[in-house]
């Protein structure tokens, strides 16, 4: 069991850069794989990045590939999105999310959930 909880979000300009951090709590967070995924409003839940327990492989949607990089640090039980060159089409609630198993860009594959944090990117 873990709990999750997104910080970092807030108002910037387009091309400007953001870190957000989701901080567990609980036993076990080593040993989930672990996404971001974001939903703007009136839209659905839309898979952003995927890292595996270990930190070693990491998975994009084309949509930030090259932009946003998913790292995590296992000791200090965290993981972070550090998001570059930001775009008004990035505005979104950002929420972090940890999976036992299933297909990593699928919102149900995932048993934990952060509350979210706010990006806006204004252009």
């Known amino acids: 069991q873990v709990q999750l909880a997104e910080s970092g979000g807030g108002s910037v300009q387009a091309g400007d850069s953001l870190r957000l951090s989701c901080a567990a709590s609980?036993?076990?967070?080593?040993?989930?794989?672990m996404g971001w995924f974001r939903q703007a409003p009136g839209k659905e839940r839309e898979f952003v990045a995927h890292?595996?327990?270990?930190?070693?492989?990491?998975y994009y949607a084309d949509s930030v590939k090259g932009r946003f990089t998913i790292s995590r640090d296992n000791v200090k039980s965290t993981v972070f999105l550090q998001m570059n060159s930001l775009k008004p089409e990035d505005t979104a609630v950002y929420y972090c999310?940890?999976?036992?198993?299933?297909?990593?860009?699928?919102?149900?594959?995932?048993?934990?959930w952060g509350q979210g944090t706010q990006v806006t990117v204004s252009s």
């Open positions: 999310a940890a999976r036992d198993s299933g297909i990593p860009t699928l919102w149900s594959s995932y048993g934990y």
């Open positions: 609980g036993r076990g967070f080593s040993g989930y794989a």
């Open positions: 890292i595996n327990w270990s930190g070693a492989n990491t």
